[in-house]
């Protein structure tokens, strides 16, 4: 029935699909979001954020989170807690099928984001919650007085590396090159640690154990020498993968999976944008995230007036 369908779906509730809300919310369109989980997506494992304009001391990753939630609901977002498990968008109304029936949607902005990549080596998955982790918020505490091994090289092996520092008694930063990706300010934060030693041009090959994690297997990739490292717990923060599979190819995605959009938020599909990590582009931040959210909205609405 007509009257059932909404002006816009957001699929995905972290800072991206919040900000959409809440400028679709301050519109007074019809529009709900659909979050699986809690409503703050990656942005809810980050310990500390000091790099979102306007907390000069920084804040807590759930506390940005909670608030942007709070500030969207208090404009009338409608949140749904479903799960997408499809969509059809080439017509009007687009359809979005959801663990809880289909709801119809004259636009679409997708931000469901990304997730961890995976190492992919023997051990990984069977030890995932008895040592392996891709969450130093949730799992750390796990490893108080411990030795703790940190996989990646990029801001988010650095950050979290630094904040498991707070709980393991060494903490072992295994990067496959001889230089760090992350954030130069990170990486003398790193360098700089008495409790992180960085184990250069290594790639972690098994994790091993018997009940729970007792080490890693690890090959240096320039003289292909292998050791063993005693840990008990395995941290991997690898890079991420977005989260596109509930699309089964509608949209034009670049080669990495991410969702190609034009400078509007644009999708390949009209009527669909998308925003945050999803989307393909070189910055992921909270702070792009946001901006690309209400920048998608304000096309939505565009595409809704006919403009
Ligand atoms: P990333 O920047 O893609 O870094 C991934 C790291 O993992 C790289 O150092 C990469 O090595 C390494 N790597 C990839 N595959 C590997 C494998 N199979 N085995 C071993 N190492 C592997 O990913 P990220 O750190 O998750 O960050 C994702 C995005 O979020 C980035 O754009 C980042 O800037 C952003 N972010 C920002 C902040 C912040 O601003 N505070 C915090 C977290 C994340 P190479 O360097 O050799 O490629």
Known sequence: ???DILDIAIIG??????????????????????????????????????????FPQGVSGPELME????????????????????VELANSPKLIHTSAGTLQ????IICTGA????????GERSFTGKGVSYCATCDGPFFTDLPIVVVGGGDTAVEEGLYLTKFG??????????QLRATKLLQERVLANPKIQVVWDSVV??????????????????????SELQASGVFVFVGIEPVTEFLQGQLELDKNGFIITDREMATSRAGVFAAGDVSAKSLRQIVTAVGEGAAAEFSAERFLAGC
């Open 1 to 3: 029935m007509e009257k």
């Open 13 to 54: 509730g972290g800072p991206a699909g919040l900000t959409a809300g809440l400028y679709a919310a301050r519109s007074r369109l019809k529009v709900v979001m659909l979050e699986k989980l809690a409503p703050g997506g990656q942005v809810l494992t980050t310990e500390w954020v000091e790099n979102y304009p306007g």
């Open 67 to 86: 608030s942007m939630h709070q500030q969207a609901e208090r404009f009338g977002l409608v949140i749904q807690r479903h799960q997408v498990s499809g």
């Open 105 to 108: 949607a004259r636009a679409v």
């Open 115 to 122: 997730q961890p990549r995976k190492l992919g080596v023997e």
């Open 169 to 178: 008694n060494k903490v072992y930063l295994i990067h496959r090159r001889d």
């Open 205 to 226: 090959t098994a994790v091993q154990g018997s009940d729970l994690v007792e080490g890693v297997r690890l090959r240096n990739v320039k003289t292909g020498q292998e």
